[in-house]
């Protein structure tokens, strides 16, 4: 098993361009999540997802979208990039915890891709 | 209103125990309570996760007391390669409680 994979890893992008980050998890975990993490600083959730076909916002959504179309995998776009969003974004995937109900905070993380925006 | 605190930094000497204490005042009745380690150009590494007591894996212990607004993470004999920067998470469990954020972290520096 691959875990979840991240695509591409780098990129560098010109203010105003649009892009799309791919997340690929391949453990059929029904949560996925988007997060963004700034140099020195913490992770800050942008979207995340409790099932295919479902998005939700996080804590700093503006600037992005996702979408969920097949449960594996979870995209990230950035419609016009601004220099703010220069950043190391991290996917991550979870499991139906115990009672098939909920997940447990759990979380299996990507390598992470590294977005810089000129 | 953050859902949990910890110290921003800490330094420990190589072959000492290591206790990092998370605040989470408030924890709703079904939160599990997680401990990640992420190194630097890392995604996090789930160490350790629990519910209420005590949990013990091969790399750590969490203790967490009755009224669970606290938890800390214990590392044994610490290493040069445990230097990284360790998150609380508190969060899951219900439905509906799937939006799963961090707080600031703790970086441990173990001094040689």
């Known amino acids: 098993n691959a875990g979840v994979t991240q695509t591409p890893k780098f990129r560098v992008l010109k203010t105003g361009q649009s892009m799309t980050l791919l997340c690929a998890q391949d453990?059929?975990?029904?949560?996925m999540y988007w997060y963004r993490q700034d140099p020195g600083m913490g992770l800050r959730l942008i979207h995340y997802s409790v099932g295919e076909g479902t998005t939700a916002k996080g804590e700093v959504p503006d600037g992005y979208n996702v979408s969920r179309l097949k449960k594996q995998n979870f995209l990230l776009g950035l419609e016009s990039a601004a220099p703010s969003q220069t950043s190391v974004y991290f996917c991550a995937s979870s499991y139906l915890g115990p009672g098939r109900l909920a997940n447990t905070g759990e979380l299996f993380f990507g390598e992470g891709s590294r977005l810089t925006v000129l | 209103l953050a859902k949990t605190t910890q110290p921003i930094s800490m330094d420990s000497y190589e072959g000492q125990e290591v206790n990092i204490t998370c605040s989470h005042n408030?924890?709703?009745?079904?939160?599990?309570i997680t401990w990640y380690q992420q190194f630097p150009s890392q995604g996090p590494r789930f160490i350790i996760q629990?519910?209420?007591t005590k949990v013990t894996n091969e790399v750590a212990s969490l203790f967490i007391p009755a009224d669970r607004k606290s938890s800390t993470l214990s590392l044994p004999r610490v290493s040069l390669s445990d230097t990284a920067v360790y998150y609380c998470?508190?969060?899951?469990?219900?439905?509906?409680?799937?939006?799963?954020?961090f707080g600031t972290g703790t970086r441990l520096t173990i001094i040689p």
């Open positions: 629990g519910y209420k």
């Open positions: 453990m059929n975990h029904e949560y």
């Open positions: 998470l508190v969060g899951g469990g219900t439905v509906g409680n799937e939006k799963l954020t």
């Open positions: 408030n924890i709703a009745t079904n939160d599990y």
